[in-house]
T-cell receptor, first 113, second 113 residues
Framework: DTEVTQTPKHLVMGMTNKKSLKCEQH?????MYWYKQKAKKPPELMFV???????INESVPSRFSPECPNSSLLNLHLHALQPEDSALYLC????????????FGPGTRLLVL | AQSVTQPDIHITVSEGASLELRCNYS??????LFWYVQSPGQGLQLLLK??????LVQGIKGFEAEFKRSQSSFNLRKPSVHWSDAAEYFC???????????FGTGTRLLVSP
């Protein structure tokens, strides 16, 4: 089973709201990733967690706050977002984060009003 | 830094015809190469990958790709396209020792009846 699940599928939020995106995998993978994908663009890496520790932060604004409570779960906390943050947020996982295949979830489509 | 170029933004192919999507990469060492497919509003599905060994790689859904080091290319091919193949196709490269996956800009495949 190579399934990565993400909730919610869709999210609409105001610029003053606080919300969270959730990603889960049960493949025993120890690396998890957040990507942001704008319309008609490729995914762009935001964060990488390896063995539950943040290993890469691609200079993402602090209004995005990742959290990895355990090896199966990855959250992205959102606060005071801007309309330009509207995008598809994709989660991925891989075995240990060293050039293996990344498996992607279906994404959460976020609209910031 | 590594990069990926997909020179074709759109390609239209008749159903049943053959397909070739182009991908060129820039990387000093041996790259790890991937092809992903994304249907509208969905996550990314891995079609195939090249790490080492045989330069002709077979993937899912009848796709194959050939790694050509001399041309820095990793083109995706399918002998007979089906209407369900209409989607966005992304080529990606991962660098040795790093967890970052860098995507090309994507090629949108349209399949005509």
């Amino acid at each position: 089973d190579t399934e990565v699940t993400q909730t919610p599928k869709h999210l609409v939020m105001g610029m003053t709201n606080k919300k969270s995106l959730k990603c889960e995998q049960h493949m025993g993978h120890r690396a998890m990733y957040w990507y942001k994908q704008k319309a008609k663009k490729p995914p762009e890496l935001m964060f990488v967690y390896s063995y539950e520790k943040l290993s890469i932060n691609e200079s993402v604004p602090s209004r995005f706050s990742p959290e990895c409570p355990n090896s199966s779960l990855l959250n992205l906390h959102l606060h005071a977002l801007q309309p330009e943050d509207s995008a598809l947020y994709l989660c991925a996982s891989s075995q240990s984060g060293q050039q293996e295949t990344q498996y992607f979830g279906p994404g959460t489509r976020l609209l910031v009003l | 830094a590594q990069s990926v170029t997909q020179p074709d933004i759109h390609i239209t192919v008749s159903e049943g015809a053959s397909l070739e999507l182009r991908c060129n990469y820039s990387y000093g060492a041996t790259p790890y190469l991937f092809w992903y497919v994304q249907s509208p509003g969905q996550g990314l599905q891995l079609l195939l990958k090249y790490f080492s060994g045989d330069t002709l790689v077979q993937g899912i859904k009848g796709f194959e790709a050939e790694f050509k080091r001399s041309q820095s290319s990793f083109n995706l091919r399918k002998p007979s396209v089906h209407w369900s193949d209409a989607a966005e196709y992304f080529c990606a490269v991962a660098s040795v020792g790093f967890q970052k996956l860098v995507f090309g800009t994507g090629t949108r495949l349209l399949v005509s009846p």
